[in-house]
């Protein structure tokens, strides 16, 4: 034990060796390093920073917001608009037909009518050329009875916006009348006239995105259930519908129909007077050994909605961006039957998509024009129901109706949009906003005005139809979706493994450099 103990005594008698300082760093090496350093951060700093935050911002157009959502909750455009009424009193005096307009016009105001429409009479033009206004959506024409006549009577004519009146004699008005049976007669006629295009405004005002306390009062009253469910059936307003005319037969024969002259002569003219409102293209088809669904002799209501064999006719859908509008010819002998009655039917209309008509097969391979008379009529009819049109009232009058309360439809439908595109913008900062979505804001503003100023006329209608397009073209632009698919936990993902690496060593380098003049400088003092 005592001769393990002596190693380790002269270890301990051993003298430690001192460790000498690296020598000082010249002042030029430092100030070399530092130089560099700040070479790289002013790189960093005034060129890298600023093209990362010009190539990365999300680019966001200046949108009019507040304006937008003043279209949207109804603040920028109230759609009432005057309906003008011409009162023809021919063979009353200028004094009594002045008289009787301000006093029918004052039981107009009077009556607790649906504050959209304002009905305003005007005394009828004498002259030809003035009386066939477009302006003018009625002419009322009274015309005094013989002296047997006893009381007042009305009738609207079948073909032209016009409402005959026959008053009886004793009912001949004067300069001092100041109320009359006969005013509160034609009053009341113009209300039950018009009684359709209220129920109709109320519906677009209802389903809108205006909120309860800017819509007229007593809009949501008017609205009846046959009501919802007739507009429900009928398309979607477009400009141009394309009509398609398929012939189906069952067998080899017919394989051969006379379309075009059957149409020009049949459908022609519902089509030319809807050629304001819309704009329609047409084509045609044969299709031999067309198997229906069902092979029933006799269809009932449950056989109709499965009776098109979707899987094997060949019914185009929609063409060149227009909704199609499909009319079927099936040669078969089959029929429908009433649930009501022991009668039976041959046409049936399809929701939002078109009619099918059931024809007898000809004897002949040929279908001639004069076969085709009732289903063109039928497929007219239809049309007009899947268009939206009113059912009252002779064809001019709701075609007139039909341009005012879709004119609403269409402003109601962009102010909708705006505000949706306004709501979204405002609740997705991220979101980017293209110059395209900008300038179709601003386009649809500028339409929605327009039309705003003319509402109810044809002009209307054309500036609320490009409004709508281009607001449902701004709110579905394709470039401002893209951004939503990078979240901020994804641009963490990108982000780190390309800045580590260069972002370390330069911190550190900074670091690093600090603590060599903070230690230089101390060596400075000691040495002062």
């Known amino acids: 034990m005592a001769e393990s103990d002596k190693p380790s005594s002269s270890s301990s008698s051993t003298p430690k060796t001192k460790l000498r300082p690296p020598p000082p760093e010249p002042q030029s090496h430092i100030l070399r390093r530092s130089l560099i350093i700040a070479s790289f951060w002013c790189l ?28 949207a909750d109804g603040k920028a455009c109230n759609p009432v608009f005057p309906i003008r009424v011409a009162l023809d009193v021919s063979g009353l005096g200028e004094p ?4 009787l307009l301000s006093v029918t016009q004052h039981a107009l105001d009077t009556m607790p009518d649906f504050p959209g429409h304002r009905l305003r009479l005007e005394a009828a033009s004498p002259t030809p050329s003035d009386s066939g206004d477009d302006s003018i959506a009625l002419v009322v024409r009274l015309t005094p009875g013989e002296a047997t006549t006893s009381h007042v009577s009305s009738s609207l004519h079948a073909h032209l916006p016009l409402l005959d009146i026959t008053y009886p004699p004793s009912s001949r008005p004067t300069p001092e009348t100041k109320s009359s049976g006969l005013a509160t007669y034609i009053a009341a006629q113009l209300r039950e006239t018009f009684a359709e295009e209220q129920a109709l405004m109320a519906y677009f005002l209802a389903t809108s995105t205006i909120s309860s306390d800017r819509q007229p009062h007593g809009s949501h009253s008017q609205i009846d259930e046959s009501l919802s469910k007739r507009m429900t059936r009928s398309m979607k307003y477009s400009g141009t519908y394309h009509l398609t005319f398929s012939l189906f037969t069952s067998g080899p024969a017919p394989s051969s129909w006379d379309i075009d002259l059957a149409v020009d002569r049949y459908m022609r003219p519902v089509l030319d007077m809807l050629r304001p409102i819309h704009n329609f293209t047409m084509d045609s088809q044969v299709q031999l050994y067309a ?47 009433l649930a009501s009655s022991q009668d039976t039917s041959q046409s049936w209309l399809v929701p939002q998509w ?18 085709l008379k009732q289903p063109m009529l039928a497929f007219a009819s239809h049309l007009l129901s899947l268009l939206g049109t ?48 900008a300038d179709g804001v601003a386009k649809s503003i500028h339409h929605l005005e327009l039309a705003c100023a003319q509402l109810g006329s044809t002009e209307s209608l054309r500036h609320a139809r490009i409004a709508e397009t ?46 060599a003049w903070n230690i230089w400088g101390r060596l400075r003092a000691r040495a002062s």
Do not use: C
């Open 96 to 99: 009594e037909a002045q008289s």
């Open 354 to 371: 078109g009619s099918v008509y059931l024809l007898p097969p000809p004897a002949a391979s040929h279908v001639p024009s004069e076969l």
């Open 390 to 437: 009113p059912q009252s009232g002779s064809l001019p009058m709701r075609l007139s109706t039909l341009t005012r309360v879709r004119s609403v439809d269409m402003l109601l439908r962009a102010s909708s949009s705006l505000g949706s595109l306004a709501r979204l913008s405002l609740a997705l900062p991220s979101i980017s906003i293209p110059p395209s979505v």
């Open 44 to 71: 960093v700093l005034f060129l890298g920073a600023p093209i990362w935050w010009r190539t990365t911002t999300i680019y966001r157009a200046n949108l009019p917001l507040n304006q937008m959502m003043n279209w």
């Open 291 to 337: 198997i229906p669904g069902v092979q029933s002799q006799v269809l009932t209501k449950e056989h109709l909605s499965s009776f098109i064999n979707a899987a094997e006719w060949p019914l185009s859908p929609s063409i060149g961006g227009a909704p199609t509008i499909n009319f079927i010819v099936f040669m078969g002998n089959q029929t429908i039957s």
């Open 470 to 515: 281009e607001a449902e073209r701004a709110f579905f632009e394709k470039s401002m979706v893209g951004q939503l698919y990078f979240p901020d936990e994804h641009k963490v993902a990108v982000y780190l493994p390309l800045l580590g690496p260069v972002g370390v060593p330069l911190v550190l380098g900074l670091v690093t450099e600090l603590k």
